[in-house]
């Protein structure tokens, strides 16, 4: 007899699919009037405060202790301020498009990473997901090396590849050092809040010019969708969707992300998709497919 589907699940992997594909695309509009640095601010203000009106209305809201604390200093540190914020800054010179098929090698980075501190065993499989991955890679910049002599694009790459490393140590961390939360909501809270307040102390020391009357509403509204999309209804469904199916399953979200991201690109900002960025994305996604691929445990009857 088949089970029937599980629509709570399919709607919250629909959502995280459609959610984390559009927020590079919201990235973009937001950091083409506000500097990055106070889009991220406000992103984690914005997620900070509804947190704590979540946890405030379920009597959860509480001190977690100072090791506690340390550890989401340092996952906030890594994956907030260094990988998101890096990634913002990185987009006022590099395509949304692009950003998110290079923050795709993530999982690549990750067992890269593993594989050195000895968390996993080199296979011929991960060789060959890593040589095709990164092959996706040149295919980017084959006949775009010329661009990276302009200052702010090469600028952009290098605060994207600082990005795409924080999040790699704060995933490897993370795997290396298993920590069953009672409270993740709670975490999360105290992520956001250290982050926010981080961000804005950069926000005021690295902007350029602060001008709060040149922010447009367009950006202002792609902040507010970050904050309650970007940072809580996709991380809110991505959970949901980790209790009922493996993390291996879930990540293979990823690849509609960076088509999402790429194509919402093209139609909203009119970026452009080249052969070789085409070739690039299926080099990329299939080189992270084989580096996670693990066979489903036959069952016994």
Not at 45 to 69: C, D, E, F, R
Not at 136 to 157: E, H, M, Q, S, W
Request: hydrophobic residues 55%; proline residues 3%; contains cysteine.
């Amino acid at each position: 007899m088949n089970s029937k589907p599980d629509f709570k699940l399919i709607i919250a992997l629909i959502t995280v699919a459609v959610v984390w594909g559009t927020t590079y695309l919201g990235i973009r509009i937001a950091v083409h009037t506000i500097p990055p640095w106070f889009v991220t601010a406000m992103r984690q203000g914005i997620a900070s405060l509804i947190l704590l009106m979540v946890l405030w209305k379920q009597n959860q809201l509480k001190w977690i202790g100072w090791p506690s604390l340390r550890r989401q200093i340092l996952l906030s540190s890594l994956m907030i301020i260094i990988a998101n914020g890096m990634t913002t800054v990185a987009e006022q010179s590099i395509p949304s498009g692009l950003t998110s098929l290079l923050n795709a090698l993530n999982p690549i980075v990750v067992f890269i990473g593993c594989v050195i501190i000895g968390l996993q065993k080199l296979t011929l499989k991960g060789i060959v997901g890593v040589v095709v991955g990164f092959l996706g890679v040149a295919f980017i910049f084959r006949d775009g090396l010329g661009d990276l002599l302009d200052p702010n694009y090469k600028i952009g790459i290098i605060y994207l590849a600082i990005a795409i490393s924080g999040w790699a140590t704060g995933t490897i961390y993370t795997k290396k050092h298993t920590h069953h939360s009672s409270n993740i909501i709670l975490d999360l809270f105290y992520q956001f809040v250290f982050s926010a307040v981080v961000q804005l102390i950069f926000a005021f020391t690295f902007s350029k010019t602060i001008e709060p009357s040149t922010w447009s509403g367009e950006s202002l509204l792609a902040v507010l969708y970050l904050g309650v999309f970007g940072s809580i209804v996709g991380y809110f469904c991505y959970i949901y969707a980790l209790k009922r199916v493996t993390a291996t399953e879930v990540s293979i979200l990823s690849y509609f992300n960076t088509v999402i991201a790429i194509f919402l690109g093209w139609l909203v900002l009119d970026e452009v998709i080249t052969f070789d960025l085409l070739i690039a994305t299926v080099l990329i996604i299939v080189g992270v497919f084989i580096t996670n691929y693990k066979k489903r445990p036959e069952k016994i009857a």
